[in-house]
Each structure stands twice: as structure tokens, then as C-alpha cells.
């Protein structure tokens, strides 16, 4: 029961070579994770924060970062994330494809959401990922975020929409 929020991290949170000011009109802010910097939009963590607050939403990191995302992105940056959970690479089932759509179906699986919102830059590009999104029809939301952008606010804003309802 419940709802849950995957969320991947490099060109969702930390965009790819962002130019010119966010999609929040602000300055692009820099920080240091660890061994890579990253660059990230103030308002989009803030946003992320309060989402993360929403009643009944387990958030889960679903990216390439896997352990790294809440030992030193969720410091650098200012997510409150460093006790949400990480799907791994490897803990996903064997098998082809692409190893996070493995990853959330086994995690959605196991835990039974009412609803799924699935954030990941690659998403508008993975055919099987959005075949499977068809099938769970209106208790899934994907969105995919341009790279070099990042979350935007309309992309926070039906995120936080979808998040917040009642019934699915």
C-alpha cells in the first residue's frame, strides 16, 4: 500500500553540462559528492524535501549512483534522502534489458504500491520501460527529464499532483 517515488540522480537531479540559469530562474548551484561535482537547481532540492514529507511516500534512489546517492550526493546537496532506500544493479533479477525496469518491477513486486511515480532521464527512450508503464496504466507516472535540465517545476508540480491523491 502506499505510494513510492524512484528517483534517479544524473539528469533528473544533477543535470548533464546545464548552460544559462535553471528552469527554477535561478543560478545553477555546485557542489562536491565525493569524488564528482555536481551541479543542481536550490529550489529543486527544497521541492524534493517537501515532497519527500507527503504522507504515506517511501522514496527509493533508483540510478547508477546506487549507495553513493544517500552517502554523499544527499550531503552535498541538501537532499534529506541519505535513509532512503537504493535499488542495486545487482540485486536486480538476472535477465536483458535495462537493469533499472528489472530493478522497480521487482521492487513494486515485493512492496504493492498504489501508486508508482518513476522518475529517469532515459525513460522517453526505453521502450520496454514505457510498454510496462502502459500496463500499470494510471498508477504509474513516468517522466523524463530533458538532461540538461533537470526536474522542472511543472515536472515537480505533477509529481507532487500525482503523489498527493487519494484514489488511484
Known amino acids: 500500500m502506499g505510494r513510492t517515488l524512484y528517483l534517479d540522480v544524473d539528469g533528473v537531479v544533477c543535470p548533464f553540462g546545464p548552460g544559462g540559469t535553471t528552469g527554477w530562474g535561478s543560478a545553477w548551484q555546485h557542489a562536491d559528492a565525493g569524488l564528482l561535482p555536481v551541479t543542481f537547481a536550490a529550489e529543486l532540492v527544497a521541492g524534493l524535501n517537501s515532497l519527500a514529507l507527503t504522507p504515506g511516500l517511501r522514496c527509493v534512489w533508483l540510478t547508477s549512483w546506487e549507495e553513493l546517492a544517500p552517502q554523499y550526493l544527499c550531503p552535498a546537496v541538501g537532499i534529506k534522502g541519505s535513509s532512503w ?12 534489458g535495462w537493469w533499472k525496469l528489472r530493478a522497480i518491477q521487482e521492487d513494486v513486486e515485493n512492496t504493492g504500491p498504489d501508486a508508482v511515480a518513476w522518475v529517469d532521464d532515459q525513460l522517453g527512450f526505453e521502450a520496454e520501460a514505457q510498454s510496462w508503464a502502459r500496463f ?3 498508477r504509474i507516472l513516468t517522466v523524463s527529464p530533458h538532461p540538461r535540465q533537470g526536474i522542472t517545476p511543472a515536472e515537480l508540480g505533477l509529481l507532487r499532483s500525482f503523489l498527493s491523491r487519494s484514489v488511484f
Open 136 to 138: 500499470l496504466g494510471r
Open 85 to 96: 532506500p537504493y535499488l542495486a544493479a545487482d540485486g536486480a533479477a538476472g535477465g536483458t
